[in-house]
């Protein structure tokens, strides 16, 4: 089971596997608690446009996929729908469709364009360098040091949305602080993202930043316990998805977007048995 780390760009995988999915499941909290799990698919697209724009003009291959995707992030936590019968996640889905398809218009006039949009989707994890990895570990950490310095702030927007218009309202987080954090949690998962993406894929990211938070949220209730459990799930993922690739030869992006279906359809079972026993008791 560990013989993979005998390998070093196997052990390079699993280092940027455990800092991506520990930062995006963290953030995934939050998302899966806003009701916004289209965001994340919708920046990873936007990131992969940047960088299928930046290949099809030839520069700023780092500079452009950061701008496009903060520049979305921007953008997004301005939305505020005030027709109840339009939703967040509508809006956000026509942008990750249209980001989608200048995605795949620009990379097809690359040499190797299927090729390309096979490492969009999924990356290629196992080609990582030492350098990328502290790259991403820097810049994962300062995401990290700001919400752990301002959990209770980011945590106080994240409820706010499972209140009432009229509790949102009058809450004191609506009437100045809102617009601040929110436009700092859409800044930090942005600049995760297009960092994220940029080495594992837009496939996997979704998954890490969805499968451990609703995993977690299924098997407990308190903040502190579904951020620990979201965490294990997503270090599980890396850990037994890479197995999986290195015994059987299969693409590691996708290994690890299979392993971590497998976690949830697991955690998901319990969640069920664990509700009919609930209801039995209470007819009891």
């Known amino acids: 089971m560990f013989e ?3 390998l070093e760009f196997m052990t ?14 963290y953030l995934g909290v939050h998302v899966v608690g806003r009701g916004i799990v289209f965001v994340d698919l919708a920046l990873g697209q936007i990131s992969s446009l940047g ?8 520069k700023g291959k780092t500079t452009i996929p950061i701008l496009f ?3 979305g992030a921007f953008l997004m936590s301005f939305i505020h729908l005030k027709d109840k019968r339009l939703k967040l996640e ?22 190797h364009g299927d090729s390309d949009i096979q490492e969009v989707l999924f990356g290629n994890i196992l080609s990582v360098s030492w350098e990328q990895i ?5 810049v994962f950490g300062i995401i990290a040091i700001l919400h752990f310095a301002f959990f209770k702030k980011f945590q106080q927007v994240t409820d706010s949305f499972s209140k009432s218009d009229l509790e949102r309202t009058s809450s004191a987080v609506m009437k100045g602080e809102f617009r601040l954090w929110n ?7 942005g600049l995760s993202i297009v960092f994220a993406v940029r080495l594992s894929g837009v496939i996997p990211v979704f998954s890490f930043l969805i499968i451990p938070a609703v995993a977690a949220i299924m098997v407990a209730r308190k903040n ?13 993922g890396a850990f037994f998805g890479l197995n999986v690739s290195y015994k059987y030869d299969f693409p590691a992006g996708s290994s690890i977007v299979a392993v971590l279906g497998g976690l949830f359809l697991i955690v998901s079972n319990y969640y069920i048995i664990k509700s009919f026993r609930g209801k039995n008791k209470s007819a009891s």
């Open 90 to 111: 509508a809006i956000i889905g026509i942008i990750y469709a249209v980001a989608s398809a200048a995605t795949v218009m620009l990379i097809s006039k690359t040499p």
């Open 12 to 25: 390079q995988a699993f280092i940027l596997s455990v800092i991506v999915g520990l930062m995006l499941s």
């Open 183 to 189: 436009f700092l949690f859409y800044i930090s998962i």
């Open 224 to 236: 502190l316990p579904i951020i620990l459990i979201a965490g294990v799930v997503s270090i599980m």
């Open 4 to 6: 993979m780390f005998q």
């Open 69 to 71: 995707t903060l520049l």
């Open 51 to 58: 960088v299928a724009f930046s290949d099809y003009i030839g």
């Open 134 to 138: 502290q790259t991403t570990g820097i």
